[in-house]
């Protein structure tokens, strides 16, 4: 983890490169970014959740032994 003083450096360096006024866009940019990756792993999820449950399923059906009649 960082120490305050590295966490105070890196801050002063990400404004120098970008400028003060950009860093309000920057960080909208980056949250915004992030907030769409989540909901996209988020919206394919339950597929797969329903794709898995299909194959558990099928392979308790195989695994079941035969009654006799």
Known sequence: MLSPTEMLLLLLGVVILVGGKKL????SGLGKGISEF??????NKPEEDQRQIK???????????????
């Open 24 to 27: 309000p866009e920057l960080g």
């Open 38 to 43: 989540k909901k996209a792993i988020s919206e």
């Open 55 to 69: 194959e558990t399923e099928a392979k308790v059906e195989d695994a079941k032994p035969s009654e006799p009649k």
